[in-house]
């Protein structure tokens, strides 16, 4: 019983621990995400010498103006051009409603560091009409716009 009780104990912890870590509860619309860019938001495989993908935490091209720049890049990808990463940015708008990836950016706009302002549905459905299914964007050309 005595074991059973300290047990709990740790797990207690862990959880409590583990929640005061995360700033907001990431929404489910960020597991699409996840899988590739960390819980953390640092990028999974982050310090080993060929990451899954970048970290979102601190990204220019998440935080960037109104969030124009980040949407372009969930709904047309990031053509590979190099082996810096394993994973592949695809083309994830489909993926989604306006209102979810509203949800998603404004969470990752706002997490892990970052402090850029919310996206709402209604921008994204704009963005969606100018962006879905277009050619992936280079890197070069999305680094780029942010000036
Ligand atoms: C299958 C893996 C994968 C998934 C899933 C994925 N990404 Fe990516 N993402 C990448 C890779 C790889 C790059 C880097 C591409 C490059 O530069 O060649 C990237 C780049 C980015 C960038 C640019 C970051 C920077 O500063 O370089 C943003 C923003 C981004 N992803 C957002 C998202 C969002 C939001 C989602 C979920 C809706 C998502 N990604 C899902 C692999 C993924």
């Given amino acids: 019983m005595k074991k059973l009780t300290a047990s ?18 990431a929404p489910a619309s960020f597991m699409l995400c ?6 953390d938001g640092k990028g ?15 990204s220019k091209l ?3 103006g109104d969030g124009e720049v980040m949407a372009s890049i969930v709904f047309t990808g990031i053509e590979k051009q190099d082996a810096k990463f394993v994973g592949i940015m695809a083309p ?14 404004t969470y990752v ?11 709402t549905a209604d921008q994204i459905k704009g963005w969606r009409e100018k ?3 277009k050619p992936m964007q280079k890197r070069a050309d ?6």
């Fill in 8 to 25: 709990f104990l740790v797990i207690t912890t862990l959880l409590s621990a583990a929640a005061s870590q995360a700033q907001t509860p």
């Fill in 34 to 39: 996840m899988a590739c860019h960390g819980m």
């Fill in 44 to 58: 999974m495989g982050a310090g080993t010498p060929t990451p899954m993908a970048p970290a979102l935490a601190g």
């Fill in 62 to 64: 998440a935080a960037f």
């Fill in 92 to 105: 994830l708008g489909p993926a989604m409603t306006d209102a979810q990836m509203a949800e998603v950016l």
């Fill in 109 to 119: 706009r706002s997490s892990f560091g970052n402090s850029a302002p919310a996206v």
């Fill in 131 to 133: 962006y879905n299914g």
């Fill in 142 to 147: 999305l680094e780029a716009r942010l000036k």
